[in-house]
């Protein structure tokens, strides 16, 4: 029997030691996402599939994104990492990593300035926000040197046993202009404790290796992490929404114009908004019976089925639970043209979960910030971001359900749980206060709209969304 050498068995400890780190994330429900970036593409396959063979790889999943594909050139630049967030016990290895797409960007000229610094903030956010909820982040960047790196390119192109094709940007980071700016933006990019490990792309099994090594520290350390601390917010006035409740009622007369001629409108707008690739979200959000489905109604009636979704956002399924709470609305993005509307969407975090006790404080204290990422996110990459707070009265509310309950064709639609929510009315003035006090954002601004004359609220939001629209395309 041959003796295996000092390498060979330093990589099987190593794959051993791996497994453990996999059972123990498991154990603690959470999630590993291991970047591997650098200017050795095949370099950072190669190692993504020896990572793949080490692990269990029932828990673990590569991504490599496909960055020419025009769903993923037409959503926000992190879109196809948000999708592939790992649930809790789940492990993701991505190459094809957000720094290194970045890098290759600023070497082309395709950003600079204030676009780079935005990218930059938007990483190290996004980051942040995976350490903060509990999922495990390990960086590996292979730097390979350039005369080694340009002998592996040339053997590359000679041979197609490995169906390897070498692509103008595989040249590009050969270039020492593409290393001193991966040197900047890997540092200014990285979230806090989060530092990318460099190791030598030149010898397959000692990269191998030493990759490994620092991943099984990374992972170590991950696991120990504490939750970043989140500062309670100075306390708020109470009765921010009172006074927007009642407004002069619109005749039927006068409404039904107005309607006739919006709906046309939104109509037109959103048919030349799906010509010009223009994407619209819209987040409507109120108490039960607030008149969130009336509204979503108006609007779309007279739009192309085949350019709007409507989203009802219900109790996160247990897949949902398993992971970031953003993940069910990551995925649903709209494509170029389209208009997403949500009946109820993220705020959830900060409304019911807060309310109800099922997101501890530091979660929902910290979702306001992620939030605000988030559609900054969407913003930066072009698309209109509405949201609606229709507000009404206690009073109205009791009046709707009753009527409701009197309605054959709306009974359906009540619950114990109206009632039941009822009783954490101020509660719920309070975390919406909140929410619009920490959310309202240039770009993705509140609209509260009084909501006790569903006729003026159906009206106010149709004009908000065509306003919108048509600032964007004129």
Request: include cysteine.
């Amino acid at each position: 029997m041959t003796q295996r050498s000092a390498t060979d068995r330093a990589r099987s400890a190593l794959h051993l030691r791996l497994l453990a780190l996999q059972r123990r994330a498991i154990e603690k429900n959470r999630g590993v996402i291991i970047l591997i970036g650098g200017n050795d593409r095949l370099g950072a396959s190669e190692l993504a599939n020896q990572l793949h063979e080490w692990f269990d790889a029932r828990l673990v999943r590569l991504c490599a994104p496909d960055v020419e594909l025009p769903e993923v050139t037409q959503k926000p630049f992190l879109w196809p990492y948000w999708n592939q967030v790992p649930p809790q016990g789940h492990s993701l290895i991505v190459v094809g990593d957000w720094v290194t797409r970045t890098v290759i960007a600023a070497t082309q000229g395709d950003l600079d300035g204030e676009s780079l610094r935005k990218r930059i903030k938007g990483i190290k956010n996004f980051e942040e926000t995976l350490a903060d909820n509990q999922i495990v982040l390990c960086k590996i960047w292979i730097d390979t040197p350039e005369k080694s790196l340009r002998k592996r390119l040339r053997e590359a192109k000679k041979s197609d046993a490995a169906n390897w094709v070498v692509s103008a940007e595989d040249e590009l980071l050969t270039k020492t202009k593409s290393h001193e700016l991966a040197k900047q933006i890997r540092s200014s990019s990285s979230g806090k404790g989060m530092n990318w490990k460099v190791v030598n792309g030149s010898d397959a099994k000692h990269r191998d290796l030493l990759a490994g090594r620092s991943i099984v520290q990374q992972i170590s350390i991950g696991l120990r992490r504490r939750q970043t601390k989140v500062r309670k917010s100075n306390g708020r006035p109470h009765g921010l929404l009172e006074s927007a409740t009642s407004t002069e009622p619109l005749t039927k007369k006068d409404y039904n114009q107005q309607m006739t001629k919006l709906q046309n409108r939104f109509g037109r707008l959103s048919r030349l908004a799906a010509k010009k690739g223009l994407s619209t979200i819209i987040a409507l959000e109120g108490v039960d019976a607030a008149g969130k489905g009336g509204i979503i109604r108006r609007l779309v009636a007279k739009a192309d089925a085949a350019h709007y979704q409507v989203h009802p956002t219900a109790a996160p399924t247990a897949d949902e639970k398993a992971r970031h709470y953003l993940w069910r609305f990551w995925n649903k993005i709209p494509a170029a043209g389209h208009v997403a509307i949500f009946d109820r969407s993220w705020y959830g975090r900060v409304m019911v979960e807060r309310v109800e006790g099922f997101a501890r404080t530091d979660e929902w204290s910290r979702a306001y910030g992620e939030i605000n990422h988030f559609e900054t996110q969407l913003a930066e990459a072009g698309d209109i971001v509405l949201k609606f707070w229709i507000n009404i009265s206690k009073e109205e509310q009791l009046r709707r359900f009753r009527s409701r309950e009197e309605s054959p064709h709306k009974r359906h639609k009540m619950t114990k749980e109206d009632y039941r929510n009822r009783k954490n009315w101020e509660l719920n003035q309070r975390a919406a206060e909140d929410m619009i006090a920490r959310t309202d954002t240039p770009h993705a601004p509140w609209h509260v709209i009084p909501g006790n004359d569903k006729r003026h609220a159906r009206i106010m939001v149709l004009k908000a969304v065509c306003r919108a629209l048509s600032d964007r395309l004129d």
